[in-house]
């Protein structure tokens, strides 16, 4: 039968190679440019960004409230670099709302590092949060704050804040320059005073456009286009060589 495969993960792992060089032809697809560059051999026919529904998350009516805090959003784990956000907050003295779920194999790290860190500092850590409400935290914040280092494969917290109008302040690894737009859908930066500076530009980015560019790039009507195209293109592929078999 035909199959086409998503890999989602990291692929700097080791004996990874060693087994797409054994199948090569099954066809494979990747959710970024960037994560391809460990396996550059491999059968790759497409890149296909991920996309949420357009009204799992939007930018939450607001009232008077004002954006005062920072957000932090995913998992506490060392290669999301939550001492970073934190260290963010400590230098701008502004909150950083921290939702994340802490995996058993991070205990150690959060208990030992991170919580330490918290202490005296401006952060409220609220553990995870239902989809229900993200689109609250993440449109009540004045940024959100995607300091990672490894090879992203993705970051759906990208997308998640640019669905609520909110921009994101990250560091380019792996698949984070395909995703954000500098300066349109957030600030890329290289350091900790870039992230310090960057804080005030991103409260002057216009929240309405980073809603309009999710729309356009990472909505799941455009995920599933871009897997049709790709299921169409791979049908025509292994019918025609069929074709040419019966006219010879």
């Known amino acids: 039968g035909r199959t086409v495969t998503t890999l989602h993960g990291r692929l700097d792992l080791k004996d990874l190679s060693g087994v797409y060089d054994r199948w090569p ?8 440019h960037n994560q391809r560059k460990d396996l550059p051999n491999a059968n790759w026919t497409a890149t ?3 996309g ?12 008077d409230k004002p954006r005062d805090y920072l957000a932090f959003l995913g998992r506490i784990s060392p290669e999301k670099r939550p001492d970073r956000a934190i260290e963010i907050a400590k230098r701008t003295g502004i909150k950083l709302r921290i939702a994340a779920k802490i995996d058993a194999v991070d205990e150690a790290y959060f208990r030992d590092q991170i919580a330490p860190m918290m202490e005296g500092a401006p952060v409220e850590f609220i553990g995870e949060i239902s989809d229900q409400r993200k689109s609250e935290f993440l449109s009540g914040a004045m940024a959100v704050l995607f300091p990672v280092d490894w090879p992203e494969p993705f970051g759906l917290v990208m997308i998640e804040a640019m669905a609520c109008g909110t921009p994101v302040i990250a560091w380019p690894c792996g698949s984070v320059r395909e995703v954000i737009d500098n300066g349109v859908t957030g600030i890329l930066v290289n350091s900790i005073d870039e992230a310090v500076e960057a804080v005030a530009e991103a409260r002057t980015l216009n929240r309405a456009k980073i809603r309009q560019v999710f729309e356009r ?3 799941s009507e455009v995920m599933a286009r871009s897997y049709l195209h790709l299921y169409a293109r791979l049908l025509r592929q292994t ?3 069929k074709a040419v078999l019966k006219t010879a």
């Open 25 to 32: 032809e099954y066809p494979l697809v990747s959710i970024s």
């Open 48 to 50: 296909v960004h991920h």
């Open 52 to 63: 949420l529904p357009g009204d799992l998350l939007k930018p939450a009516a607001r009232t």
């Open 217 to 219: 790039r990472f909505s």
């Open 239 to 241: 019918r025609e060589p």
